[in-house]
C-alpha cells in the first residue's frame, strides 16, 4: 500500500542551526502538508502547498519555516534557525484532493533542539 | 473555525473490553478522520468517515454529520490497541486543513 515516507525519524540540533525535514509523498497526490505536535498536546497545522506554491499557512508558520518541492517526489520543510520550542515531532501528510480528501500521514520525524 | 471535542481524555481498559470514543463537532463536517497515535509517536489513519458507519477488523466507526458527532468502536480491546486516538475535521470557510482534537488516551492492560 503507498506510504507518505519521512527522514529523518529522529534529529538532534543545537538551537540556532537548520533543519531540513524531508518527505516522500504518495506519489499521485497533488496536496501536501506539514502538521507539527509539540509533546503532550494536540496535532497543529503548518503549511499546506499545491501546484508548487502555499497555499495556506497558519501563524506558527513564520519567516523561520520554507517548504520546497524540490523535484517531482520530495516535499522538505525547512527551519533556518531553529529555537528550543521547534523541539516537536512533525508530520509530512499528502492528499489526491484537497478540501475532502482523506488526509495520508508519514509516520513524523521527531525534532530535538538542545 | 471549527471546535473538535473528544470525550473521554482518558480511558482505561481490561484486555478483552469493549469502549466507545465520541467525537463531537461545533459545526458540520464534510471529511472527518480518525487516527491512532502509538507509544512511539507515529500516526496511523484508522477511517476517513464523512458519514455513515466503517468497519475495519476489530474497530468501526459511525459519523452522524447532521448532528456533528462521530463514534470509534473498538471490540475485543489489545494491549497493542493502546495508544493515543484523534479525531480531526476540517475547518471552514474554504480552508484546507484539518483541525485535530486533543485525543483519548486509551491504556489497555493485560
Known amino acids: 500500500e503507498p506510504e507518505v515516507t519521512q527522514t529523518p525519524s529522529h534529529q538532534v540540533t543545537q538551537m540556532g542551526q537548520e533543519v531540513i525535514l524531508r518527505c516522500v509523498p504518495i506519489?499521485?497526490?497533488?496536496?501536501f502538508y506539514w502538521y507539527r505536535q509539540i509533546l503532550g498536546q494536540k496535532v497543529e497545522f503548518l503549511v499546506s502547498?499545491?501546484?508548487?506554491?502555499?497555499?495556506?499557512k497558519s501563524e506558527i508558520f513564520d519567516d523561520q519555516f520554507s517548504v520546497e518541492r524540490p523535484d517531482g517526489s520530495n516535499f522538505t520543510l525547512k527551519i533556518r534557525s531553529t529555537k528550543l520550542e521547534d523541539s516537536a515531532m512533525y508530520f509530512c501528510?499528502?492528499?489526491?484532493?484537497?478540501?475532502?480528501?482523506?488526509?495520508?500521514f508519514g509516520e513524523g520525524s521527531r525534532l530535538t533542539v538542545l | 473555525g471549527i471546535q473538535v471535542e473528544q470525550s473521554p481524555p482518558d480511558l482505561i481498559l481490561q484486555e478483552g473490553a469493549n469502549s466507545t470514543l465520541r467525537c463531537n463537532f461545533s459545526d458540520s463536517v464534510n471529511n472527518l478522520q480518525w487516527f491512532h497515535q502509538n507509544p512511539w509517536g507515529q500516526l496511523i489513519n484508522l477511517f476517513y468517515i464523512p458519514s455513515g458507519t466503517k468497519q475495519n477488523g476489530r474497530l468501526s466507526a459511525t459519523t452522524v454529520a447532521t448532528e456533528r458527532y462521530s463514534l470509534l468502536y473498538i471490540s475485543s480491546s489489545q494491549t497493542t490497541d493502546s495508544g493515543v486516538y484523534f479525531c480531526a475535521g476540517p475547518t471552514q470557510g474554504g480552508s484546507e486543513k484539518l483541525v485535530f482534537g486533543k485525543g483519548t488516551k486509551l491504556t489497555v492492560n493485560p
Open positions: 506519489s499521485n497526490h497533488l496536496y
Open positions: 501528510a499528502s492528499r489526491l484532493k484537497g478540501y475532502t480528501g482523506e488526509l495520508f
Open positions: 502547498f499545491y501546484n508548487n506554491e502555499i497555499s495556506e
